[in-house]
C-alpha cells in the first residue's frame, strides 16, 4: 500500500523564480492538504483540495495555488519565490467519507537563494 | 480559531523511566486532537487521535494520550521509554471531524539517554 509520496525531495531556487511542487495521495484518500513548515516550528497549514476545489486555506498570499486533478493528485506552486519562502513543504492526504487522520509524505525542501 | 501549544521545548528522560510530552488546546467546539513524530529530515509519522470516547487512548510503539476536557489537555505518553523513542513531537488539533484545517503545535525534542 503506497503511502503518500512527494516530489521532489530536494531543489533550489532563486528569488523571484516559480516553484511547482507534485504530492500523490495515499491509496484510496481523495482529500490533500499541503502545509509549510520552517525550520524549528510546527506544520502551518496552506490549503486543502478535495473534489478538485480548493476547500480551505489558511493565511497564505495568493502567490500560493494549488490545483488537484481527476486522479486526487495534488501541485502546489508558488509564484515570485521569497528568501521567507525556504521551508519543507508538506503534503498530507486524507479520506473524506471514513477518515478523520491525515497522514503526510516525506516532504519537499525547498531552498530559495 | 484553534490554537495547541507545547509547552515544553525539550524533555529529557533517561532509558526505561516513563516519559510525558504536554499539550494544551484550544478550539470552537469538539476538539480532534492528534499526535505526531517526526524523525531528522523526515515527514511526519501519525501516532494516535482522540474524536471521541475514552479518555485514554493507545497508539503506535507503545504510546498512548490522556486527553482532559476540563483542562483543555491531551499529554502524550509512555510507560517505559527507549532511546529510538528519541524525536519531535507534534500535537495538533481541529474542530472539524473531515480532514481540513489542522493546527499543529511548536513541537518537542525528546532526548532519550541511555
Known amino acids: 500500500d503506497a503511502g503518500v509520496t512527494q516530489s521532489p525531495t530536494h531543489l533550489i531556487k532563486t528569488r523571484g523564480q516559480q516553484v511547482t511542487l507534485r504530492c500523490s495521495p495515499k491509496s484510496g484518500h481523495d482529500t490533500v492538504s499541503w502545509y509549510q513548515q520552517a525550520l524549528g516550528q510546527g506544520p502551518q497549514f496552506i490549503f486543502q483540495?478535495?473534489?478538485?476545489?480548493?476547500?480551505q486555506r489558511g493565511n497564505f498570499p495568493d502567490r500560493f495555488s494549488g490545483h488537484q486533478f481527476p486522479n486526487y493528485s495534488s501541485e502546489l506552486n508558488v509564484n515570485a519565490l521569497l528568501l521567507g519562502d525556504s521551508a519543507l513543504y508538506l503534503c498530507?492526504?486524507?479520506?473524506?467519507?471514513?477518515?478523520?487522520?491525515?497522514?503526510f509524505g516525506e516532504g519537499s525542501w525547498l531552498t530559495v537563494v | 480559531a484553534q490554537s495547541v501549544a507545547q509547552p515544553e521545548d525539550q524533555v529529557n528522560v533517561a532509558e526505561g523511566n516513563p516519559l510525558t510530552v504536554k499539550c494544551t488546546y484550544s478550539v470552537s467546539g469538539n476538539p480532534y486532537l492528534f499526535w505526531y513524530v517526526q524523525y531528522p529530515n523526515r515527514g511526519l509519522q501519525f501516532l494516535l487521535k482522540y474524536i471521541t470516547g475514552d479518555n485514554l487512548v493507545k497508539g503506535s510503539y507503545g504510546f498512548e494520550a490522556e486527553f482532559n476536557k476540563s483542562q483543555t489537555s491531551f499529554h502524550l505518553k509512555k510507560p517505559s521509554a527507549l532511546v529510538s523513542d528519541s524525536a519531535l513531537y507534534f500535537c495538533?488539533?481541529?474542530?472539524?471531524?473531515?480532514?481540513?484545517?489542522?493546527?499543529f503545535g511548536d513541537g518537542t525534542t525528546l532526548t532519550v539517554k541511555p
Open positions: 495538533a488539533v481541529r474542530d472539524l471531524p473531515d480532514a481540513g484545517k489542522s493546527t
Open positions: 483540495y478535495y473534489e478538485e476545489e480548493e476547500r
Open positions: 498530507a492526504s486524507g479520506d473524506s467519507i471514513s477518515g478523520n487522520t491525515i497522514y
